[in-house]
């Protein structure tokens, strides 16, 4: 589910619907924050304390796109269990096969010995262990 939730997409005519709905939600919790709690007539009338300032205004611009991501990805889970034809596909970028060149392609670079050394050695101990074999 989280797989098909992460590699597709909402169809473009409906992402539009579900793009709208997520921009309703945030500027009614911007006008519930700013109007409703009062905090703009605060803010411009001089009676926000430095509370308000610091921490209230950033957390409610924070919580705007919250409410945008909750509202959107909710829609996209509800389309996907209801409407599922309504979902685009996407291809996860790296599949097995590139997965086998790249590692491939770091063996040549490195050799096959780079994916058996141990991590715990360090660097000094490291080179006097060469040191030691060529002697």
Same mark, same amino acid.
């Given at each position: 589910?989280?797989?098909?939730?992460?590699?597709?997409?909402?169809?473009?005519?409906? &992402?539009?619907?579900?793009?709208?709905?997520?921009?309703i939600s945030v500027?009614?919790?911007?006008?519930?924050?700013?109007?409703?709690?009062?905090?703009?007539?605060?803010?411009?009338?001089?009676? +926000?304390?430095?509370?308000?300032?610091?921490?209230?205004?950033?957390?409610?611009? +924070?919580?705007?796109?919250?409410?945008?991501?909750?509202?959107?990805?909710?829609?996209?889970?509800?389309?996907?269990?209801?409407l599922p034809q +309504?979902?685009?596909?996407?291809?996860?970028?790296?599949?097995?096969?590139?997965? &086998?060149?790249?590692?491939?392609?770091?063996?040549?670079q490195h050799g096959?010995?780079?994916?058996? /050394?141990? &991590?715990?050695?360090?660097?000094?101990?490291?080179?006097?262990?060469?040191?030691?074999? &060529? /002697?």
């Amino acid at each position: 589910m989280l797989c098909l939730f992460r590699n597709s997409r909402i169809h473009p005519r409906l &992402d539009r619907y579900a793009i709208l709905a997520s921009l309703i939600s945030v500027f009614a919790w911007l006008y519930f924050a700013f109007i409703e709690k009062s905090l703009l007539t605060k803010l411009l009338e001089g009676k +926000a304390l430095i509370v308000d300032l610091v921490f209230g205004v950033p957390l409610v611009l +924070a919580l705007a796109i919250v409410v945008y991501a909750l509202v959107y990805w909710t829609l996209k889970l509800i389309v996907i269990l209801l409407l599922p034809q +309504a979902i685009i596909h996407i291809e996860p970028e790296t599949t097995e096969s590139q997965l &086998d060149e790249q590692v491939a392609e770091l063996e040549e670079q490195h050799g096959k010995e780079y994916w058996n /050394r141990d &991590d715990s050695i360090e660097e000094g101990d490291h080179s006097n262990k060469h040191s030691n074999k &060529d /002697r």
